[in-house]
T-cell receptor, first 114, second 118 residues
Framework: AQSVTQLGSHVSVSEGALVLLRCNYS??????LFWYVQYPNQGLQLLLK??????LVKGINGFEAEFKKSETSFHLTKPSAHMSDAAEYFCAVSPFMGRRALTFGSGTRLQVQP | DTGVSQDPRHKITKRGQNVTFRCDPI?????LYWYRQTLGQGPEFLTY????????KSRLLSDRFSAERPKGSFSTLEIQRTEQGDSAMYLCASSPNIQREGRIHEQFFGPGTRLTVL
């Protein structure tokens, strides 16, 4: 069984400030981990993924995430927030084997203040 | 990639009516997934196909829901006798079955169909 917990349903930062969105996972098998972004009334776009290669993963739009097995975490960061980063962010997990359907967290809405 | 497309983008219906949604995956992808997303929540898995075979259904998929993928190309999701609780965004995603250019396990999502049941 797998699950994902995203701490903080809403995060607000100032433009130019550090963005930190938290994700903890639970999985009985080695997982693949993903971060997706969703803009209003749109589908999900993949930001980055961890697939057991490097533990520090770089994605699009300046985002990166670090896989920490000891902490079962996969937090998303960006050094400097832009207004265009305002969106809903979802962390997701899928098993290494099997159907590989994604199990999503409940999401974190990021607001960027001018 | 031309992207995953879904039709319609919005559907408003009255309780008790039947609705059908269509998903066209990326052409060379043989895995297709349906998810449901309610307001303020992450998407939840409904069902998935490998080619034309429906390999798994979530317990969220009641007997009023049926999905098909004839010939392993586009897929349809039908909801019979809709209820207000069916109001949600229905998302379709596709992925390749084999490792390709490092895109293993990556699912590409369509824009979704937003269903409102009155």
């Amino acid at each position: 069984a797998q699950s994902v917990t995203q701490l903080g349903s809403h995060v607000s930062v100032s433009e130019g400030a550090l963005v930190l969105l938290r994700c903890n996972y639970s999985s009985s098998v080695p997982p693949y981990l993903f971060w997706y972004v969703q803009y209003p009334n749109q589908g999900l776009q993949l930001l980055l993924k961890y697939t057991s290669a490097a533990t520090l993963v770089k994605g699009i739009n300046g985002f990166e995430a670090e896989f920490k097995k000891s902490e079962t975490s996969f937090h998303l960061t960006k050094p400097s927030a832009h207004m265009s980063d305002a969106a809903e962010y979802f962390c997701a997990v899928s098993p290494f084997m099997g159907r590989r359907a994604l199990t999503f967290g409940s999401g974190t809405r990021l607001q960027v203040q001018p | 990639d031309t992207g995953v497309s879904q039709d319609p983008r919005h559907k408003i219906t009255k309780r008790g009516q039947n609705v059908t949604f269509r998903c066209d995956p990326i052409s060379e992808h043989n895995r297709l997934y349906w998810y449901r997303q309610t307001l303020g929540q992450g998407p939840e898995f409904l069902t998935y196909f490998q080619n034309e075979a429906q390999l798994e259904k979530s317990r969220l998929l009641s007997d009023r829901f049926s999905a098909e993928r004839p010939k392993g190309s586009f897929s349809t999701l039908e909801i019979q006798r809709t209820e207000q609780g069916d109001s949600a965004m229905y998302l379709c995603a596709s992925s390749p079955n084999i490792q390709r250019e490092g895109r293993i396990h990556e699912q590409f999502f369509g824009p979704g169909t937003r269903l409102t049941v009155l």
